[in-house]
C-alpha cells in the first residue's frame, strides 16, 4: 500500500513538472510572437524618419557591440551556472548565477544610458514612427532582460534557503533556458536593427 502512494506521488510529480515546463515552453512561444511582431513593424518603419535622426547618426557602434559582448558572456557564465548545479557545487553555482546577474544589470544600465543620451540628442519615442518601432522594440527586450535578473535573483534566494534539490535544480534550468531566450533575440535586434542601421 505505501508503496503505491509512493509510486503515485512519484507520477503525480512527473505530471506536475511536464505541466510546468509545458507552460514554460508555451509563454516562450507567445513570446516569440509579440517580437516577431514587433520586428515586422520596426521592418515597415524603419525608414519613417521624416529625414531626420535616423538610426545612421544615433546608433554608436561601440555602445551596442559592448551590449553585445556583455549579454553575450551572461549567456555563457549562464551555462556555467548549470554546469555547476549538474555538478551538485552550491557555490560555484551561485557565484556564475552571480556574475550573470552583474552582466545582466550592466547590459541594462548600457541600454539606459543609450536611450538617454538619444533623449537629449531629440531622439524620443514620440519623434516619429522609426524612433517609435524602436523604443518598442528594443525597450520591451530590455524589460525582458529586467525581468530575468529579478527571477534570477529570486532563484538565488531560494538555492541559498534550501541548497540543490529537485525544485531549485528545475528553477535553474527554466531561467536559464529564459536567458539564453533573450540573447537569440538579441542577436536578432543587433543584426536587424543595429548593423543594418548603421550601414
Known amino acids: 500500500m505505501a508503496q503505491s502512494v509512493t509510486s503515485m506521488d512519484t507520477r503525480h510529480e512527473a505530471h506536475h513538472d511536464t505541466f510546468k515546463l509545458l507552460g514554460f515552453w508555451i ?3 507567445t513570446d516569440c510572437i509579440i ?5 515586422a513593424v ?8 521624416d529625414g531626420d535622426l535616423t538610426g545612421h547618426e544615433l546608433f554608436e557602434v561601440k555602445g551596442f557591440t559592448a551590449e ?5 558572456a551572461s549567456s555563457f557564465t549562464s551555462g556555467l551556472a548549470s554546469l555547476a548545479m549538474h555538478k551538485g557545487n552550491k557555490k560555484q553555482l551561485m557565484a556564475w548565477l552571480a556574475v550573470t546577474v552583474l552582466l545582466g544589470m550592466s547590459f541594462v544600465g548600457l541600454e539606459i544610458t543609450e536611450f538617454a543620451k538619444m533623449a537629449a540628442e531629440g531622439a524620443t519615442i514620440s519623434t516619429n514612427a522609426f524612433l517609435s518601432s524602436f523604443f518598442t522594440l528594443v525597450g520591451t527586450h530590455g524589460l525582458h532582460v529586467t525581468f530575468g ?5 529570486g532563484v538565488m534566494v531560494q538555492i541559498g534557503r534550501h541548497g540543490i534539490d529537485h525544485l531549485t535544480k ?3 534550468t527554466i531561467v536559464g533556458l529564459y536567458w539564453h ?5 538579441w542577436i536578432f535586434i543587433f543584426t536587424v536593427v543595429y548593423l543594418l542601421g548603421v550601414m
Do not use: S
Open 181 to 185: 531566450f533573450l540573447d537569440v533575440v
Open 35 to 39: 517580437f516577431a511582431c514587433l520586428f
Open 149 to 153: 535578473l529579478i527571477w534570477m535573483i
Open 42 to 49: 520596426y521592418a515597415v518603419l524603419r525608414t519613417h524618419t
Open 68 to 72: 553585445t559582448f556583455i549579454l553575450l
Open 170 to 172: 528545475e528553477k535553474v
Open 27 to 29: 509563454f516562450l512561444v
